[in-house]
């Protein structure tokens, strides 16, 4: 199938590498390159990398309601446009131009999860399930008709990068269902229930920042839900520290520490209080270290009776 196909971050970039050799890709929409460094170097986002390493021809506009730009990707004959996390809402008169209209691949279970970063979000909130949707577009975000859907479970240590792995593994396939449907003329779009709507927004740096005071649970789906990126942080001894990843602690240890304070464990265990009681840390990162684990933590920095995260 003729496909153009709007996409920006890591994701995007799977989806369409996975397309790739099953359809022809006649064009690839991507965010702006960002100016990064002192030296104010341009960065390709990650869409744009895997169009170019796949010969696949790039489009930058800096506004799709652009007449010309509209003009250039009607020039590429697509029967149908693919949609995942662009970034942008995507205007009428650009989503109505292919036959077989636009399509958008969401991480969620729509309606829930709406907008930016829905698999962080559904960790961050302890969900048990989410899944993958395939919808239309329409003009307001993320509420179009539906066209396939699949569930994906949620284990109590899933991680962000579990999850993308899991959806990216799904991508092509249901893509791939969603357009033969559209195709086909067989397709029944389900119209999504509003009153059912939930939605996520961006994950920021105080997003990010652990609470100490919050529950053990709160602070474990926080670290899964922001692994890989951008990872959940906190202080110690003055500096930023990452934690990458914990367990939820089953033994019971009696404690009255202070939330966020540093508690060892059988001399090889390092806890960390939470509001509730404990967290185990596995994996952890001090600033311009590397990535080491709880008991090297312990055995390299002498911690102290009074050592704590904050």
């Given at each position: 199938?003729?496909?153009?196909?709007?996409g920006?971050?890591?994701?995007?970039?799977?989806v369409l590498a996975d397309?790739?050799?099953?359809h022809?890709i006649?064009f690839?929409?991507?965010?702006?390159?960002k100016?990064?460094?002192r030296?104010?170097?341009l960065?390709?986002?990650?869409a744009?990398?895997a169009?170019l390493r796949?010969g696949i021809?790039v489009l930058?506009?800096s506004t799709?309601k652009?007449a010309s730009f509209q003009d250039?990707?009607?020039?590429?004959?697509?029967?149908i446009?693919?949609?995942?996390?662009?970034g942008s809402?995507?205007?009428r008169q650009?989503f109505?131009?292919p036959p077989?209209?636009t399509?958008?691949?969401?991480?969620s279970?729509?309606?829930?999860y709406?907008?930016?970063?829905?698999i962080?979000?559904?960790l961050?909130n302890?969900e048990?399930?989410?899944?993958?949707?395939?919808q239309?577009?329409?003009e307001k975000?993320?509420?179009?008709?539906?066209?396939?859907?699949?569930?994906?479970?949620?284990?109590?240590?899933?991680?962000?990068?579990d999850?993308?792995?899991?959806?990216?593994s799904?991508d092509?396939?249901?893509?791939d269902?969603?357009?033969r449907?559209?195709a086909?003329?067989s397709?029944?779009p389900v119209?999504?229930?509003?009153?059912?709507?939930?939605?996520?927004?961006k994950i920021?740096?105080?997003t990010?920042r652990i609470?100490?005071?919050?529950?053990a649970?709160e602070?474990?789906n926080?670290?899964?839900?922001l692994?890989?990126?951008p990872g959940a942080?906190?202080?110690?001894?003055g500096e930023?520290?990452?934690?990458?990843?914990?367990?939820?602690?089953?033994e019971?240890?009696s404690?009255?520490?202070w939330?966020?304070?540093?508690?060892v464990y059988q001399k090889?265990?390092?806890?960390?209080?939470?509001g509730d009681?404990?967290?185990?840390?596995?994996?952890?990162q001090?600033?311009?270290?590397?990535?080491?684990?709880?008991?090297?933590?312990?055995?390299g920095y002498?911690?102290?009776?009074n050592d704590?995260f904050?």
């Amino acid at each position: 199938m003729r496909i153009g196909f709007f996409g920006t971050p890591d994701l995007a970039a799977r989806v369409l590498a996975d397309l790739h050799g099953r359809h022809d890709i006649r064009f690839a929409v991507t965010g702006l390159d960002k100016q990064v460094g002192r030296r104010r170097g341009l960065q390709f986002c990650p869409a744009k990398n895997a169009a170019l390493r796949l010969g696949i021809p790039v489009l930058q506009p800096s506004t799709l309601k652009d007449a010309s730009f509209q003009d250039e990707i009607r020039k590429h004959d697509a029967e149908i446009f693919v949609v995942v996390a662009f970034g942008s809402l995507i205007p009428r008169q650009v989503f109505d131009l292919p036959p077989l209209k636009t399509i958008n691949l969401h991480p969620s279970l729509l309606p829930k999860y709406r907008g930016a970063a829905p698999i962080q979000w559904s960790l961050l909130n302890g969900e048990k399930v989410t899944g993958i949707t395939v919808q239309l577009i329409n003009e307001k975000l993320d509420a179009g008709d539906i066209i396939v859907q699949e569930t994906v479970p949620i284990g109590p240590d899933t991680t962000a990068a579990d999850l993308y792995s899991i959806v990216s593994s799904r991508d092509a396939e249901l893509l791939d269902r969603a357009m033969r449907l559209l195709a086909s003329g067989s397709a029944k779009p389900v119209r999504q229930d509003d009153s059912q709507a939930t939605y996520c927004g961006k994950i920021n740096r105080d997003t990010a920042r652990i609470d100490w005071t919050r529950s053990a649970a709160e602070i474990h789906n926080l670290v899964r839900g922001l692994n890989p990126k951008p990872g959940a942080f906190s202080a110690f001894r003055g500096e930023l520290i990452k934690i990458w990843k914990t367990v939820l602690m089953t033994e019971d240890v009696s404690t009255k520490a202070w939330p966020g304070s540093i508690v060892v464990y059988q001399k090889k265990r390092l806890l960390a209080a939470a509001g509730d009681g404990l967290v185990e840390i596995v994996s952890i990162q001090p600033a311009n270290k590397k990535i080491m684990g709880g008991q090297s933590f312990i055995n390299g920095y002498r911690l102290a009776p009074n050592d704590r995260f904050e």
